[in-house]
């Protein structure tokens, strides 16, 4: 076992399924402590218990700001410093343009812009100021290239990436020596995996178009978001790193 995070107080939203719960379960086993939400009870019994035992975990909705208010209510009584942010949490809309409501699109950007937005500002506040610290955002190469259907989705993670520049410039001083780093995967085997390989035709493209010829396992993303919340990657800062088989490469 591997502690590159020993020592740390790791947040992660969105820990139930899918990437978060990996990123969930590798922060621990590199020696961190995790403070985490889920929106759904039932996400709680697929955790192991070797891992509940080393986090706090919150049942909630991250577009609800009160709730996100009580947990670093909570760690503030608790007296918790934090040492990285891994703002995971958020939403897939497949919709046409037109068919996107002004209710629709408020809660796509909610869901995966705004939420992110407010979680990091409460994040900043609580951050251990000793010691180096560090927020990996995770988009979407939706955010780098033109997929149709996808134009709300697209648009809440290309958001991230001026978000993260910005904010990894503003941070990165003596009073917060913290880090920005955004992480934009391609088509990952999470838990829409399944469905999504049933669309043959659609499955055959996604693959044709990934140089490597093949989907990411959640192993392969969650290594370098570990890497890039660790101390290991101490000089890199306001990155945009994509990690999608080759596909933004062409």
């Not at 705004?114 to 409460?122: A, D, L, N, T, V």
């Not at 951050?127 to 033109?146: D, M, Y």
């Amino acid at each position: 076992m591997v502690n590159e995070l020993k020592n740390k107080n790791i947040f992660i939203s969105g820990i139930g399924k899918g990437l978060g719960k990996n990123f969930f379960e590798k922060c621990i086993d590199n020696g961190a402590f995790v403070i985490g939400f889920t929106r759904s009870k039932s996400d709680l019994k697929k955790i192991k218990k070797k891992y509940l035992r080393k986090s706090k975990i919150f049942i909630g909705d991250g577009k609800d700001f009160e709730f996100i208010d009580s947990i670093f209510k909570f760690l503030k009584v608790k007296k918790i410093k934090l040492d990285g942010l891994i703002n995971n949490a958020g939403a897939r809309q497949r919709l046409s343009f037109l068919d996107i409501s002004k209710d629709k699109l408020d809660d796509i950007i909610c869901n995966n812009f705004i939420s992110k937005f407010y979680i990091s500002q409460k994040f900043v506040k609580q951050i251990n100021k000793k010691k180096l610290s560090s927020i990996v955002n995770i988009g979407s190469i939706v955010g780098e290239r033109g997929f149709s259907d996808l134009v709300g989705y697209g648009s809440s993670k290309s958001a991230l990436t001026g978000f993260s520049k910005c904010l990894a410039i503003e941070l990165a001083n003596k009073n917060y020596k913290c880090r920005v780093n955004i992480v934009n995967p391609g088509f990952v085997k999470t838990s829409y995996y399944k469905k999504f390989k049933k669309n043959k035709k659609l499955y055959k493209w996604t693959v044709q178009n990934t140089p490597i010829s093949r989907w990411a396992s959640s192993e392969e993303i969650s290594n370098l978001v570990i890497f890039l919340i660790s101390d290991k990657s101490s000089y890199i800062n306001g990155q945009k790193i994509n990690i999608d088989g080759g596909w933004t490469a062409k």
